[in-house]
């Protein structure tokens, strides 16, 4: 079974953070899926959908699974709002985001 | 408590500068104990106006003023103005882009947009009526 890589991320996810999050976005040995834990992230914003969905174009093309977590209701929204309800596997704990991986793994 | 209050606000247009002045308009949304998804939703789109503002503005040269103003009239009829004096560049939306926008008129119930000596965003929002009691 392969490995299942986190990216974690907190605080407010904003445009003076545009690098730190585009770096983290990143594909390192994640064979088995990525879970983005962004269960304690507060605020986010625009810039950060920008990096995420380059991010899941770049694992889609690689065929990883992705899975993100969401905790704030504000970011929960904010993709609503921009439209991309239907763009990321989203869960609102990690425990359901590794179910989802593990599922996509064996799939 | 009646009557308009007013914030204004006035920053570089620098990324580190969005972190403050959105803080400080949270600070002036808590003053009026609104519905906290409704003040949220209005920190996002202000967010999102000032973001694009600081990152297009003054592209390719320093950076100057962005404004910021917010009116909160008789407890019904919430607003913010984010303004610039830098170049208004129609933007072809590309593959990850554009978001902003969208998202400000998603959450918004009248936005105005205007580019005369500068870039002018102009957002009302209303609050969600309280019912019962």
Redesign the interface.
């Known amino acids: 079974m392969s490995a299942i890589s986190v990216i974690r991320l907190t605080g407010?996810l904003?445009?003076?953070r545009?690098d730190e999050i585009s770096r983290a976005l990143h594909l390192v040995g994640s064979e088995g899926g990525v879970l983005v834990d962004f269960f304690d992230v507060t605020?986010a914003?625009?810039?950060t959908?920008?990096?995420l969905?380059?991010f899941r174009?770049e694992a889609d093309g690689q065929g990883i699974p992705v899975a993100i977590v969401i905790g704030s209701?504000?970011f929960a929204?904010?993709i609503?709002?921009?439209?991309?309800g239907d763009a990321f596997p989203v869960f609102d704990n990690r425990g359901a985001a590794l179910t989802y991986l593990g599922a996509e793994a064996k799939a | 408590m009646l009557g308009t209050s007013h914030l204004r606000l006035n920053c570089l247009a620098r990324p580190e500068s969005a972190k403050p002045i959105r803080h400080a308009v949270a600070a002036f949304l808590a003053v009026f104990e609104l519905d906290p998804d409704f003040a949220d939703d209005v920190l996002t789109a202000t967010g999102e106006a000032l973001a694009n503002a600081i990152e297009h503005a003054y592209a390719g040269r320093d950076p100057a003023d962005i404004e910021v103003h917010a009116a909160y009239e008789d407890q019904v009829k919430l607003s913010v103005d984010v303004w610039d004096r830098g170049d208004f560049i129609e933007r072809e939306r590309q593959p990850n882009r554009g978001f902003g926008i969208r998202i400000v008129q998603a959450i918004a119930s009248d936005v105005r947009i205007e580019t005369n000596g500068g870039t002018r965003v102009h957002m009302e929002f209303l609050p969600p009526t309280v019912t019962g009691g």
Request: proline share 0%; net charge positive.
């Open positions: 407010e904003e445009i003076s545009k605020y914003d625009s810039t959908l920008a990096e969905l380059r174009r209701r504000q929204r904010l609503q709002y921009a439209g991309l």
